[in-house]
């Protein structure tokens, strides 16, 4: 995309008599002197923005000091060609047309995010903006060069760095729960990963890779907005890491993340919905030929049917999922989605029955999907929640209780909203039951922790 040169700047600076270095340098210095120190600007810079490229904040305002005290009147961010933005609401939930305007989205929504703008904290769940990102993954062409001619080389140490921070914050996740680290992937996206994507130099190929890295880290951070109950900057980080996914021309992790929308799609009582993800989500595994990404597929629409109360629907999807599952090759497959084993696969099957009030089939895969990876504090809680429930529904009540204690203790440990409402779900379950000695006794010994959980 060709931008419009800024010919309001370049005639600013030619009348105050500024050379590009100069004025570089000023700004550097009233930076530092108005509490932004480390900044680098030089004569290149200056060249972008006369070029038409808009500096980040807080450049226009320092500009405007700048050429304010040589000219001796007052300059506003408009007369230098770089009127104030005004951020639109619904950011973040357009799948771009093309790389450039995706790069402009996803990285305005980082930064929007960092600065807790409340039309993120408030905004809702859009269906539509959903099925948009879904048809538009789906039927759009491949992507053009991902490519930026900045003034930073990104090179494979940049790139490496992103997918480090996205597995270790993914660990941290797991374990502790979003509330405690997402804060801090998403600083590490704005101060971080934007300035790599927008002013950075790089052609296709590293192009690509960085596109799917920052793919994956956008990802996390919405799958954690979701783990907080922040379903629309959930979905609108979903969304975008949808884009970068496309300019990577990564199938497989267009197809993870379509999945992640369908789950998110489910927790919401949207089953509707979620079937047209999951649905999409299979088409991009099957154009991408990895089994396991296939199997969560099906298994999220089996899930769905469930909630629909189509059991009939549902047993084909589960066994659409068990098949690929069988016959997937993992030492083919990303790294990335080894989390999806055995055990995760039997707690999804368990969610299925639960839902359908099959008590006896929720606990048997239940009792396997707890032969997991110790790391996966929170998983283990939802597991344990899980065969809990079934063996109410089972009518083996005291054993319920004592399951139950444990997934309350362990949520107790987690900064995680969804955590709490599996909490908050076994007591309305057992909420009926509460005269009976074994639930007084429960909610005796978990007091302390309702207030947390």
């Not at 300059?75 to 995706?102: C, K, N, R, S, Y």
């Not at 919905?273 to 989500?281: E, G, V, Y």
């Not at 049917?305 to 659409?320: F, T």
């Not at 055995?342 to 999804?348: F, H, P, T, V």
Request: proline residues 4%; aromatic residues 6%; charged residues 25%.
């Amino acid at each position: 995309m060709e931008r419009e040169p800024n010919r309001l700047l370049q005639q600013l600076i030619a009348e105050a008599g500024f050379s590009h270095k100069g004025l570089a340098r000023r700004l550097n210095d009233l930076g530092a002197a108005r509490g932004t120190p480390g900044l680098k600007y030089d004569h290149s810079s200056v060249l972008r923005w006369i070029g038409g490229q808009r500096p980040r904040d807080p450049v226009p305002g320092l500009l405007t000091e700048i050429f304010a005290m040589r000219l001796g009147r007052p300059v506003t961010t408009e007369d230098l060609g770089m009127p104030a933005v005004i951020t639109p609401l619904d950011l973040g939930q357009e799948f771009t047309h093309t790389w450039q305007e995706g790069v402009a989205t996803v990285t305005a929504l980082w930064r929007a995010d960092v600065e807790r703008r409340r039309f993120l904290i408030d905004s809702t769940f859009a269906i539509g903006a959903g099925s948009v990102g879904a048809v538009r993954w789906l039927t759009s062409p491949p992507e053009g060069r991902p490519s930026s001619g900045g003034a930073r080389r990104v090179g494979r140490a940049d790139i490496a760095a992103i997918h480090e921070v996205t597995r270790s914050f993914g660990e941290l996740d797991n374990r502790f729960g979003s509330g405690r680290v997402r804060s801090s992937v998403i600083k590490y996206l704005d101060t971080a990963v934007s300035p790599l994507l927008k002013d950075g130099s790089y052609g296709d190929a590293t192009g690509r890779q960085l596109a799917a890295a920052a793919a994956e880290l956008t990802r996390l951070a919405g799958w954690m907005a979701y783990d907080m109950e922040q379903h629309g900057l959930a979905q609108r980080y979903l969304i975008q890491a949808l884009r970068l996914a496309r300019g990577a021309g990564d199938q497989t992790l267009g197809g993870e993340i379509l999945a992640g929308m369908a789950h998110q799609a489910i927790y919401m009582g949207q089953p509707d919905h979620a079937l047209d993800l999951a649905r999409a989500a299979q088409l991009a595994a099957r154009g991408a030929g990895v089994g396991t990404l296939l199997a969560s597929a099906h298994v999220l629409e089996a899930h769905a049917h469930a909630v629909r109360g189509d059991s009939r629907s549902c047993g084909a999807s589960l066994n659409q999922a068990e098949h690929s599952f069988e016959v997937r090759k993992p030492a083919d497959e990303p790294s990335w989605l080894g989390y999806f084993d055995e055990a995760y696969l039997s707690a999804k099957f368990a969610h299925c029955f639960r839902d359908l009030g099959d008590g006896y089939r929720t606990v048997q895969h239940a009792r396997r999907s707890l032969d997991m990876d110790s790391r996966f504090v929170r998983g283990r809680m939802f597991n344990l929640s899980l065969l809990s429930a079934g063996l109410l529904q089972c009518g083996e009540l005291e054993q319920s209780c004592v399951v139950a204690s444990r997934a309350l203790s362990l949520a107790g440990e987690l900064q995680s909203a969804r955590s709490r409402s599996y909490a908050a779900d076994l007591r309305r379950r057992l909420e009926p039951y509460k005269h009976e000695g074994a639930v007084a006794e429960l909610h005796e010994a978990t007091r302390q922790l309702a207030a947390v959980v």
